[in-house]
C-alpha cells in the first residue's frame, strides 16, 4: 500500500517499508494521514501565486503516483475501533483515484467527500494550467473529454449527494469542503466561460454557492487556520463574478448603441451581481484582517472593480 512505503529514489534503489500496524486504530491511522498530506498538498497548491503552482502541482503526491494510488478511502476513527483487526490490504481494490474518477458516482461518508474533493480540484487546476499554457491542447478531443469528464465527475460528485447542506452549527470542516468543491468547479470551467454557456451557469453557481456557505460564522481559530484556502476560494468567486459584471455590462453597451433595440440581451441582472460581489468582499474584508495574503487578494479584488468602473 502506497501509505505504508517511503521511497527515497535519491538514495538508490531504496524501499523502506513500515512496520506493520499494531491495530485497526493504527492502521486507519496511517491511511488518515496519507489522505491529509495529499489534502494538504492540495490546499498549498491552491493558496500558491500563479506562478508557483505550476511548480507545486507537478511535486505533489496525486500527481507524482498520479491514477496508481491504492490507499483506500479514510473513514473516521471510531470506525476503525469497532472494526478490530482490520487492515487496509481487506478493503484493497485497486486503483483508488482510476477508480473514483472513472466510475459512476456511488454514496461514500465524510470524511470520503473531503478527500474527494480535493483530488477533484488538484485535477482541475492541472486541466486549467495545461489549457492556459498549451495552445494545442485546445485543440485535442482527448482534452475535451477530460474536461467533460471533470465537469460530469464535479457535478455528481458523491460529495453533492451525500454531504449535508452547510447550515448555522455545521463543522468547518463541512464548510470547508462544500468551498472545495465549489474551487473545483471554478478552477475548470472558468476558461470557457466566454464561449460555452453551460461553464458561464456553472461558474457563476460556484461562485455563489463559495459565498453562500462562507457566509456562515467560523470561529476565530478556525477562520486563521484555514484562511489562506478560503480566502483563495473567495477571491476566485469574486473574479468570476468580475467576469460576469464586466460581460454583462459590454453586452448592455452593446444592446443599447444597437439600431435595433427590441431583444434584450441574455445575460445576469446587474445589481444582483454587484450584490453578490460586495458580500464576497464582505467575506475576504473578514479574512484580511491578520493574513497577508488575503490582505493582498482583497486589494486585487477592489482595485480590478474600482478600474472597471471608472473606465465606464
Known amino acids: 500500500m502506497l501509505h505504508g512505503a517511503l521511497y527515497l529514489d535519491s538514495l538508490g534503489e531504496l524501499d523502506a517499508h ?9 492502521e486507519g491511522e496511517r491511511v488518515q494521514c496519507f489522505w491529509a498530506v495529499v489534502s494538504l ?10 506562478d508557483s503552482q505550476s511548480m507545486g502541482l507537478n511535486s505533489c ?21 469497532l472494526m478490530e483487526g482490520y487492515r487496509s490490504a481487506d478493503n484493497y481494490e485497486g486503483e483508488t483515484i482510476q477508480r473514483f474518477m472513472m466510475k459512476e458516482p456511488s454514496g461514500e461518508p465524510y470524511p470520503v467527500g473531503h478527500v474527494q474533493a480535493t483530488v477533484l480540484l488538484h ?24 474536461y467533460t469528464s471533470l465537469s460530469t465527475r464535479i457535478a455528481h460528485c458523491v460529495c453533492y449527494h451525500t454531504l449535508p447542506p ?10 470547508l ?6 474551487a473545483a468547479s471554478l478552477s475548470l470551467h472558468r476558461p470557457f466561460v466566454a464561449f460555452d454557456p453551460a461553464a ?52 448592455w453597451a452593446e444592446w443599447a448603441a444597437a439600431p435595433i433595440m427590441s431583444i434584450l440581451p441574455a445575460c445576469e441582472q446587474e445589481s444582483i451581481l454587484l450584490m453578490d460581489l460586495q458580500e464576497g468582499i464582505g467575506i475576504l ?19 480590478r472593480h474600482n478600474s472597471h468602473y471608472a473606465s465606464l
Not at 513500515?18 to 493504527?26: G, I, K, M, R
Not at 503526491?61 to 475501533?81: A, K, N, S
Not at 456553472?202 to 480566502?231: D, M, N, W
Not at 473578514?286 to 477592489?302: D, F, N, R, T, V
Open 285 to 303: 474584508e473578514m479574512y484580511a484582517s491578520g493574513s497577508p495574503l488575503a490582505e493582498h487578494q482583497l486589494k486585487a479584488i477592489q482595485q
Open 200 to 251: 458561464q451557469t456553472k461558474c457563476l453557481a460556484a461562485a455563489r454557492a463559495t459565498i453562500q456557505s462562507l457566509h456562515l460564522p467560523i470561529s476565530p481559530e478556525t477562520a486563521f487556520a484555514v484562511t489562506p484556502v478560503l480566502g483563495t476560494i473567495c477571491a476566485s468567486a469574486c473574479n468570476a463574478l468580475l467576469d460576469e459584471l464586466e460581460r454583462t455590462r459590454t453586452m
Open 177 to 182: 469542503t462544500h468551498c472545495l468543491i465549489a
Open 61 to 81: 503526491l496525486l500527481e507524482c503516483l498520479g491514477r496508481e494510488i491504492d490507499t483506500p478511502w479514510p473513514m473516521q476513527i471510531v470506525e476503525y475501533e
Open 166 to 175: 452547510v447550515y448555522p452549527s455545521c463543522t468547518p470542516e463541512l464548510i
Open 123 to 146: 485535477h482541475s487546476m492541472r486541466f486549467s494550467k495545461k489549457w492556459a499554457s498549451d495552445i494545442q491542447l485546445t485543440e485535442s478531443s482527448s482534452s475535451m473529454n477530460t
Open 41 to 50: 498538498q492540495t490546499s498549498i497548491n491552491l493558496a500558491s501565486q500563479p
Open 18 to 26: 513500515l512496520a506493520p500496524a499494531q491495530d485497526s486504530v493504527e
